[in-house]
């Protein structure tokens, strides 16, 4: 009995750790005061002065756009790795292969971006391509960061499958293509949605990389919120918070049914 | 015939697209790591000259600068220390947490396992943000201290290392319990049973039994934390002060304020060479030795 008593503490209090800031920033996005600290009573105020606010609404909409494009290239090009490193055998050079699509997952995030924007400045004294950094050079830093963990999860998946499906399906005739768009995909679907969803939020939370490779008029949402809250506190940013807190758990959720739905 | 071609477009086409976007920025990284430096844009000279027949132009000063400059070994070291000490209170606050989810009835640590990682789909910014709410002056947890009469006036808890190491514990915290509860998981509850009927008490029990049972989680957890935290940028920025430098800051600065575009390429590339390159090795021989052992 002592040691379930013990075991309980140490979960709940677990939990609180976990969630304790981000309750704390929810009920203060419900202050009606000016000053985040001081409280004056519940009020939507900082929510609508949000939905006002042309700044975070046009960086919303950026972010999400990018998000979008970059999480379906990614999930594109992870599936074919996730799918050539354990279905293929013959892949030419196969450790600088493995190399590449595993070091984006351990590179801290300032170098990624530092050697994107000094690729983007080189590739523009060569071909005159891009000739300003912008939304194209954020979207293709995120696919390339994003693809490691799609690739990750994909190739999960497929060690995890049984290979005499698609084995079955070729004695009945089918050939290589019709195996893989009839069987193998639609078979790991849920997981490939996982990864979607997973390169989504990353590129919808990132700010390191996403600083280095902007430039004029793409002002992704978390550089926005950065710079609103660098120095200080902003009652927008906290209304902003809930909403998206409350927005990329649901993401979350979501991201755990299909991730796990092939587990039963 | 056709398999072949169809094999060729899916292993090459995200070759194209890592070589392209991943592997030559780093080469870039390299060069501009190894050029002279001068003022000018861009701020370094090529490292091929053709002016007076072909002539080879690199230096190793750019290296020789930051390796000789307490200011920039510091912070390294600054960084390491500091990701040692989060990994280590991630793993103290992590372990009990997998493990006593990981013992729990199988419907339950479901449920548990996403309550857990669920924080961390939230927006990293912002949970980093929330701290600057609870460690301010009249924040929350100074209202709590001053109440109980721990203190008798608020204390200065933001923008010091101590605040960096609590924003960076609370945000790492799930990359180290997932793998933890990962082996924990798979690991059979009756060991610890047959241990304490051999006789070895609680204590012998965790460092006899469970303990050597989780290294690989351990390893693999303590992993995931510590390379991005040495190379972290955000929370020192958000939450720290002047007291201690890190790396992530000193490369920014380097670049963006000082526009020493070589000094800042050695920086990354010293990073990677100390930092990521050994843990990719080690990943690559580990996975390569547990496949030919079957685990």
Redesign the interface.
Known sequence: MKSSLIKSTVIFLGLFFLYFPILVLIFYSFNENKRVMVWKGFSLRWYNELFNNEQIIEAFIISIKIAALSATFATILGVMIGYSLVRIRKIPFKSFYIFLSSTPLVLPELILGLSMLLFFINLNNVIGFPSSRGQLTIFISHVTFCIAFVAIIIQARLTDFNKNIEEAAMDLGYNYTKVLYKITLPIILPSIIAGWLLAFTISLDDLVVASFTTGPGANTLPIVVFSKVRLGLSPEVNALSAILMFALIIIGLFYFYFNKKFKH | M??KL??KY??F???F???L??????A??FK?SISVSEWGM?PYQDIFLFDNGFKINTTFENYVYIFSDYYYIGSFVNSLILALISTFFCLL?GF??AF??A??NIRLR?I?L??????????????V??????L?N???LNVILLNLGITSEPLQLLYNQYAVIMGIV?TY??LMILPLYGYLNKFDLNLIEASKDLGLNRIKTFFKVILPLSVPGIVAGS?LVF??V?????IP??LGGSDRLYY?KI??EE?FVNRN?PG??AL?FS??II??LP??IF??LYSRWSQKNEI
């Open positions: 056709k398999n169809f094999e899916f292993v086409s995200p070759y697209w890592l070589v976007f991943f592997f030559i920025p780093l870039i990284i501009i861009p606050i009990p947490l006593y989810i013992t729990s479901n548990l996403v309550l857990v990682v669920i924080p961390f789909w939230s927006s990293f910014l912002l949970r943000y929330a701290w600057k709410i609870i301010q009249n924040g929350i609370y915290l799930p992993l390379i991005p040495v190379g972290e940028f955000i920025e958000m992530g490369l920014w670049f575009w800042a390429s990354a990073g990677i930092l990521v843990i990719v990943q690559i």
